[in-house]
């Protein structure tokens, strides 16, 4: 067990654990970041190096602030995959290979001497977003990130809803094409396998082997680990046919995603995140926002939904893992 | 204005405004319904001849019960179409032609003298069966209403989620078949569209006016009005090929539809009403069961995925109304 500590401290930490790299940001009270500190997650290596590897990070972001560990009330961790927050588990991931029901608040609480609290990463994205970023100011939120998958968070009157089983916001599963193209996860239709980079570079490269002219072969050098949100970008700025079809194909899916789930959750605003939203901003929401405006059911107050895009870019899992340890330490 | 009174009344009133009938029930502390009336709602008449009756079947159940009204804490209404429930006010509602921002709290209160509460008719069935129905014991469900449409209703974290414009719950205009069969709403591919009564007997009459074998001409005279929930269910029992071609897919749609909602809001439980469950029961919900629990992404605890019938029947929306006017006249 963690050494008990009087939560008394002014700092919080936040971090995020990635497939690649680990990064941990010390915020202040007014959820500025501090102090950050990054290091390779070297996930073959196992969770309890991982696990050690955290927290080495944390401690070099604390210490590049001269802080002493007494002014840090508690840490906040953003993992990939299910996790059980209430447990501390991070559940299998398939980013972290070996991961099964890893405690990793009980052991990095132990490491650190300091509590330690746990959430699944897009939930946490979607909650600093709230705290600190695009939802400042609103009590209903929903971020939508878009990138090799689709993943979101809830923030319902205020706060972070993870669901009963710690499953919500599993905004890339739900169902927009009935029988449609597979998906990841095994079953079809999803508005992952329509509408997320995957989806957007299977249809581009399908499309090029089929003769469809487009400027990608030139600008990757055919390479699809080059065709990056800033090509992609460049390519709709300069008219590529294909790259438009197909992105507009992806932003009428997320048009008729968003609509789906106004129509639900009827939330006060809709944040978009992910390198695609980063690369081609605004406009890439535009087409976005009249299909869903278009397809949501109360009419009247169409003009009231507001879809607009994230602010926090790479620092919205640290933020809101940090708001989530400022406030779950008490 | 309403007089001002103390609210120390042990009953409470439920209403329900339809089209055809209004209800009125008297509900004691215990949840329990112990008086009712019931009357024409002629909305021909206008919206305060139509008040005028709903203050009249509220007279009528109390003074069954020989109660006074100094008894009656409160009356919950339950209406159709889009409400303002802060402000009392019933909008544009097809059901009831001529109604328009009709600030129907303040005058019935007027005419009753109690404080009267309003909500849409469909959140407060799934209130009804939160509190009294098949959702009794959990803190998160959503009711899903399988009618002419598809309503549904909320509950998170125990409390009615009515949305940031009064318009969430929508779930007839979830998306489910990106530019399918065009939707009462005007849009393509909505629930509503796919797997509503007026889906399944769209497709059963296009059915038989191809040619298709059925047995509903004979069950029904050829008379559209005829095919009840209970004629459907017979066809079912009896193995006609066409009705259970298409209230089967019906069934796949509502277990996507089911699963979009888990992936997004992930609930303790899905309570399934309306009149082909009551007429079908159980075997109407196992193959949604199915459907819901292959596509929901957490296969982990797909088995933990409670998807049940509703209990209430034709009282949800009363018994909801009542309970939200236990909950707000404090």
Redesign the interface.
């Known amino acids: 067990m963690a050494k008990k500590k009087r939560m008394t401290g002014t700092h919080v930490v936040g971090m995020d654990l990635g497939g690649t790299k680990i990064l941990a940001a010390v915020v202040d009270q007014d959820g500025r970041i501090v102090a950050e500190a990054k290091v390779k997650t070297r996930p073959e290596k196992g969770p309890d190096a991982v696990i050690e590897r955290m927290a080495e990070a944390a401690r070099e972001a604390v210490s590049r602030l001269k802080l002493s560990w007494e002014s840090i009330r508690g840490v906040g961790v953003g993992a990939p995959g299910?996790v059980d927050p209430d447990a501390g588990v991070v559940?299998h991931t398939p980013n972290l290979p070996g991961w099964e029901e890893v405690p990793l608040t009980s052991q990095l609480g132990e490491s650190l001497g300091v509590p330690v609290f746990l959430e699944n990463d897009v939930n946490l994205g979607a909650l600093g977003e709230y705290m600190l970023g695009a939802g400042q100011g609103t009590?209903?939120m929903v971020g939508i990130f878009v990138g090799t998958g689709i993943g979101g968070g809830?923030i319902?009157?205020g706060?972070l809803?993870?669901?009963?089983?710690?499953?919500?916001?599993?905004?890339g599963?739900?169902?927009?094409?009935?029988d449609?193209p597979v998906c990841g996860?095994g079953?079809r239709?999803c508005s992952e396998a329509?509408a997320s980079r995957t989806a957007i570079e299977r249809d581009i490269w399908l499309g090029i082997r089929a003769g469809r002219k487009s400027l990608i072969p030139e600008l990757t050098g055919g390479d699809p680990e080059r065709l990056t949100s800033g090509v992609l970008a460049q390519a709709m700025r300069e008219g590529d046919p294909l790259v438009s079809e197909v992105v507009g194909r992806a932003q009428?899916?997320l048009g008729?995603l968003t609509?789906?789930?106004?129509?639900?959750?009827?939330?006060?605003m809709i944040v978009f995140g992910g390198g695609l939203i980063e690369a081609l901003g605004d406009d890439f929401l535009l087409p976005i926002r009249i299909t869903a405006c278009?397809?949501?059911?109360?009419q009247?107050?169409a003009d009231?939904?507001r879809i607009v895009a994230a602010k926090l870019g790479d620092h919205a899992v640290v933020l809101g893992a940090a708001a989530l340890a400022r406030q779950k330490a008490k």
């Open positions: 299910p559940y009590t209903d809830l319902l009157d706060k809803h993870s669901g009963y089983r710690h499953a919500a916001a599993e905004i599963h739900m169902i927009l094409l009935a449609g996860c079953k239709g329509l009428w899916y008729l609509a789906s789930i106004i129509n639900l959750v009827d939330p006060e278009q397809y949501f059911i109360q009247a107050c009231k939904v």
